[in-house]
């Protein structure tokens, strides 16, 4: 197993600027996600009964974007494993995120220029090429950048402090990308949105480099290690309970949060009857309410032990997805209101998941430490991503069984307020998984509650 040193100052609570720089690569990864994940299958599979282009089929467009998200999580506890090795003159993970940036732009926008207009099956093998190099490089961004934050802080309030600003970050950046993308897409053209929107990723992305000083170092080895400890690592990561709970419960919450993106732009033409710009205003709107309540989870992660909070946050979650499905049957406000209140109130608990979820996988490579005598940041962040990747590879597979079994037509809309019910019961049973999972918020509160000498 490969051993990691430390500086002999040790890692030292970074200040505000520092944590803003680092947290910069919150920008791509968050902008680019919420409008893929918006827009990719309104724009390639738009209702029938709408006038727009269709690209692909239902089942195939389904098909794709599970498959794309599942070959995505697959990635990440391998570029996880690379980056915690890795032996470079400019660190363990620098070079993945510099390299990965400008591949992540040009795919992402290149998504948005299909070469033929209509089903076709190039359209088909066009959309896989491009969503490999796609999801190749979102992970050789997010897995290097998240696995650098136990580094930068060894307390809890320091973590929390961190995982917070790059939550603020990222919600700016979504809100960007959920307010502006249908606008744009209307005034300018959709490639030239991804053009123009993703410029920013790109330069924030590498921006990001100049927050990130590592201190630990890999030693006593002199190669690194090969594909048979990696398996092994896997083997040992998934055979620990507090690990299962944790990631068995984080594919069922972060799952429901695509499954919403997804759901908005069909929810705004066929139910609110509204135009595409409207599903990118009413994006925003409810994007914005995260951001603003954003300090509100900090001050609580601040007072109370994160897996307690994350429990109450799987609930508020449930309560409001349930509400999102009667939404247009209140007795009050107009249908458009009734969204606008339903939906905010439903979102503020992802501020606190998203802000939680960084703060708990740190203690989990600290638990992790206890046990082996070993920092593996990385592997755990991607065991983190090919969890909740493969609870998104699903999001695409249930809208389309959703749409076909209930419809998606503005005469037959059911199959969109299915899905709110669909996320209900997700964050119910995330909650039900997660009850095991007893993990401190800190090194020597875990080393008590598990028992380890």
Not at 34 to 41: F, K, P
Not at 288 to 296: E, F, H
Not at 330 to 343: C, D, E, H
Request: glycine share 8%; hydrophobic share 50%.
């Amino acid at each position: 197993m490969n051993q990691t040193t430390v500086s002999e100052s040790g890692p030292e609570n970074p200040g505000l600027s520092r944590m803003i720089i680092y947290n910069l690569a919150s920008v791509p990864v968050n902008l680019y996600d919420t409008i893929l994940v918006a827009w990719v299958m309104f724009f390639y599979l738009p209702p029938a009964d709408q006038g727009r282009i269709q690209y692909l089929p239902l089942g195939v467009i389904g098909i794709i974007l599970a498959g794309g998200r599942i070959l995505d999580a697959l990635t990440d506890p391998l570029i996880g494993f690379l980056s915690d090795n890795t032996r470079s003159k400019w660190g363990r993970r620098k070079p993945y995120i510099a390299v990965s940036v400008p591949i992540l732009y040009a795919s992402f926008a290149l998504v948005w220029l299909p070469p033929v207009e209509g089903n076709s099956l190039i359209n088909a093998v066009f959309l896989v090429v491009v969503l490999f190099f796609y999801y190749w490089s979102y992970t050789g961004v997010l897995i290097p950048w998240f696995a650098y934050l136990p580094e930068m802080s060894q307390d809890n309030d320091g973590r929390v402090k961190i995982a917070s600003v790059g939550v603020v970050i990222g919600v700016i950046a979504a809100l960007i990308g959920g307010g502006l993308s249908g606008p744009l897409m209307e005034s300018i053209g959709v490639f030239e949105m991804a053009l123009l929107l993703g410029l920013l990723g790109l330069i924030t992305g590498e921006l990001a480099l100049l927050g990130i000083k590592e201190t630990y170092v890999p030693s006593g080895q002199e190669k690194s290690p090969g594909p048979v400890e990696f398996f092994r690592i896997l083997k040992q990561v998934f055979s620990d309970k507090q690990v299962l709970s944790f990631s068995a419960m984080i594919m069922l919450a972060q799952m429901t949060y695509q499954l919403m993106l997804m759901n908005v732009p069909y929810f705004t033409t066929l139910i609110l009857h509204k135009q595409e710009s409207d599903a990118s205003l009413l994006m925003g709107q409810i994007i914005l309410v995260m951001a603003i309540t954003a300090p509100l989870w900090y001050f609580l992660l601040r007072r109370f032990a994160k897996r307690n909070v994350f429990r109450v946050i799987l609930l508020l979650m449930s309560l409001g997805f349930t509400a999102s499905y009667f939404i247009g049957y209140y007795p009050l406000f107009s249908i458009y209101t009734q969204a606008m209140i339903v939906l905010s109130l439903t979102i503020i608990p992802f501020g606190g998941m998203f802000a939680t979820v960084l703060a708990v996988i740190a203690d989990i490579t600290d638990y992790d430490e206890l046990k082996f005598g070993a920092r593996r940041e990385a592997i755990y962040y991607g065991i983190y991503g090919i969890v909740r990747k493969s609870g998104w590879a699903l999001c695409s597979l249930i809208i389309a069984g959703a749409f076909a079994t209930f419809g998606y037509s503005t005469e037959n809309p059911e199959g969109v307020r299915i899905i709110w019910l669909i996320c209900a019961c997700c964050c119910l049973l995330a909650l039900l998984v997660f009850t095991p999972y007893r993990l401190g918020d800190s090194k020597e509160e875990t080393r008590l509650l598990m028992s380890i000498e």
